[in-house]
């Protein structure tokens, strides 16, 4: 049985110092209050990969120096601008950045779903995102005539960290429309959730919820934390809050204003 | 040589400009697809399906309300792969004359002296999307470049690659270039109404074929501004409001 745990921080134990953890992009609920919990707590050496994308949770983790590997397909604050960490880190070289692209991301979390060693993906062929991953294969394809495709190696990550609207006591997830958090977790050794609310009765019983409902069994723990995805936005429950935003672009412009962000908003001491 | 006459007064706005041409090029198609941070296309595209009264399907990324997808990010993806996406478009930190797009860093991969923020999913869509609309609004030769980086995506393919896709055209705050996948190069087709020749030419670092006159890019018909801000815009800015209020002057904050 999943854990509901007491604290935000008992439910984020099964997260490592140094385990591949995969997060999801903003549009589909990113775990930012457990976010700040992981760098509060000091986590260390994390292999990050974002499906597909990310912006301000993988540019948190990058400053706060907890991560030592990136793979994503890319890393921004969308109309808030570039991701500052993340840009100063890659410059510097600070982080090994594993260049993909979205759809290479989503086909190898699927291999690992299907308990596959890899997954063909046509494109690629002929960029430089290739060329920079030697991890990624090209062979002719078996059933045709000089056809060369691209083979990835499925993503099987120890833990998938995400924020949805809510759960049930038996520790199932409804996660509505966001199919991909059920392929991470499905892909996943752990999955660990915080969720908005605890909806009283079995999210499986009910023909409409279960749709869209991630079962228990995939999961490690859960614990509850209202505006979880907050300043990023929950989808169909709450927006982005663009001042923050703006706040943290422009305060994330230099390593000393990053520190003085992380004071007031992730360590919530008085600085700043 | 030409200038344009002094008295020559635009009655249309250059985004206004450029979402005609692109919903022009969109053509007859049945699914267009819009990635984030695409104001402009995103803008064409809503045109193009409100001409077509509903068609074509419109999927414009990061908004629930204008995309149908209900099987996580990789719906998309899926649906190009089978060819069931007609129309994509790509913008780059840098372009080059081939149609190559970079959208990773500047200089040396490991020791870049710029970083954007990574490919997104150009390095597949590219191949597999029949029509895809280059588009940068800075025209420039930072931004138009002899050689990309950093190949994100290239222009083109060697023949046994599997490739029902590419660039049909890039177009600019200047001009519109066609391009010729044959010969893997660009042509000047038209340059918009209050630029130069000679300013296309100084502003771009590839070489692009071009025909002895070129011609001014069609403005806008009265009937599709009246669409576009009238019926467009509004539904535009649920989507890009910050876009929507500095163009349009659609009065609906973040």
């Keep these: ?272 | 040589m030409n200038a344009p006459p002094p008295e020559a007064k635009k009655d249309f706005r250059d985004e206004e400009l450029l979402a005609s041409v692109i919903a022009d090029l969109i053509g007859d198609a049945r699914h267009v697809a819009v990635g984030n941070a695409s104001p402009i296309p995103a803008l064409a595209s809503l045109l193009a399906r409100e001409r077509g009264k509903g068609t074509p399907y419109v999927s414009l990324l990061g908004s629930p309300k204008h995309t149908f997808f209900t099987d996580g990010g990789r719906e998309l993806f899926d649906c190009a792969g089978q060819g069931r996406i007609d129309v994509f478009f790509l913008s780059g930190g840098e372009i080059d004359g081939e149609g190559n797009v970079n959208l990773v860093s500047i200089g040396e991969y490991e020791h870049p002296t710029a970083r954007f923020p990574g490919s997104f999913g150009s390095s597949y869509l590219y191949y597999v999307v029949p029509k895809v609309i280059l588009f940068r609004t800075e025209h420039s030769k930072r931004t138009l470049v002899p050689r990309v980086s950093f190949i994100s995506a290239p222009g083109g393919s060697p023949d046994n690659v599997h490739r029902t896709g590419g660039p049909v055209g890039l177009i600019t705050n200047r001009c519109f270039f066609s391009f010729d996948r044959q010969r893997k190069r660009f042509k000047l087709a038209s340059i918009h109404p209050g630029h130069t020749l000679a300013e296309v030419i100084v502003n771009t670092g590839f070489e692009f074929d071009r025909p002895p006159d070129v011609p001014e890019t069609r403005a806008p018909s009265p009937e599709t501004l009246r669409l576009m801000r009238e019926t467009v815009a509004p539904e535009l800015a649920e989507v890009y409001p910050q876009f929507a209020a500095r163009v349009f002057g659609i009065g609906k904050s973040a």
């Excluded at chain 1, 745990?5 to 992009?25: E, M, N, Q």
């Design chain 1, 1 to 272: 049985m999943p854990m509901i745990a007491r604290t935000l921080d008992d439910a984020l134990s099964a997260i490592a110092d140094g385990c591949l953890l995969a997060v999801p992009r903003e549009s589909t609920g990113v775990g930012m209050a457990a976010t700040r919990a992981l760098i509060r707590r000091g986590i260390k050496r994390l292999s990050l990969v974002a499906l597909p994308t990310s912006s301000l949770q993988a540019d948190l983790l990058i400053g706060a120096g907890c991560v030592e590997t990136l793979e994503t397909s890319a890393v921004s604050l969308g109309e808030f601008g570039l991701a500052p960490r993340f840009t100063a880190a890659v410059m510097a070289g600070t982080i090994r950045m594993k260049d993909a692209t979205c759809p290479a991301l989503h086909a190898a979390f699927q291999a690992s779903e299907k308990g596959v060693p890899f997954m063909p993906l046509r494109g690629l062929i002929g960029s430089d995102v290739l060329d920079h991953r030697p991890d990624w294969v090209v062979m002719n394809n078996p059933f045709g005539n000089n056809d060369p495709i691209v083979l990835l190696p499925a993503i099987k990550p120890d833990v998938t960290l995400f924020h949805a609207p809510m759960a049930d006591r038996a520790g199932n997830i409804w996660i509505g429309r966001q199919r991909e958090l059920v392929t991470m977790a499905h892909a996943s050794a752990k999955t660990v959730v915080t969720v908005e609310k605890i909806h009283e009765g079995n999210l499986l019983d009910d023909p409409q919820l279960a749709a869209g409902t991630l079962p228990g069994f995939y999961v490690e723990s859960v614990a509850v934390v209202e505006r979880g995805c907050w300043p990023l936005p929950l989808p169909e429950h709450y927006p982005w809050d663009g001042e923050h935003l703006k706040e943290y672009a422009k305060l994330a412009a230099t390593e000393e204003g990053f520190a003085s962000y992380l004071e007031r908003y992730v360590y919530e001491r008085a600085a700043a």
